[in-house]
């Protein structure tokens, strides 16, 4: 089941974005850096859509959609449970998310994607456009990539 984050589960979620983030094997000093960018505060949950993917009971996902401009979106999150990467709930929270920028009126989706999660990004039709720096590590270019919703 898909629903709402709620402005409570802001801690549950940036734990979960770290350990997500930290299934890759980054060293402790980049995961250092992380941790203010990956952490959700009850703020961003209610100014944004942040949607959480419940299975028996545990949140094992979530994704967060930002508005960037009138017509785009960022997928600005993205994490899947270390425990429970690759058993199709990433796909899940990708199709369910396409279908909110969708109902919300966007046209494209942008995603700063990690470069272990390109690939993925690839497979779900989105498209790489170029690159970004990195937010926390200056010099580390990241896949910038669009997938277009109309």
């Not at 017509?71 to 199709?88: C, Q, R």
């Not at 470069?115 to 790489?128: I, L, N, S, V």
Request: with cysteine.
């Amino acid at each position: 089941m898909i629903r709402p984050a709620q402005p409570g589960d802001a801690p549950l979620l940036t734990d979960l974005a770290l350990r997500s983030k930290a299934y890759w094997d980054y060293n402790p000093d980049f995961l250092a850096a992380c941790r203010a960018d990956l952490t959700l505060t009850p703020e961003i949950i209610s100014q944004n859509t942040v949607n959480v993917l419940v299975d028996n009971d545990r949140v094992v996902g979530f994704y967060g959609l930002f508005a960037r401009e009138e017509d785009a979106v960022e997928l600005e999150y993205l994490f899947i449970d270390p425990d429970a990467i690759g058993t199709g709930y990433g796909r899940q929270l990708w199709l369910h998310a396409i279908t909110t920028a969708r109902e919300l009126g966007f046209e494209t989706m942008f995603i700063n994607s990690d470069p272990h999660t390109e690939a993925f990004y690839e497979t779900m039709g989105a498209k790489r456009i170029g690159q970004s720096e990195s937010a926390i590590w200056p010099g580390r270019m990241l896949p910038l990539m669009a997938f277009e919703l109309v």
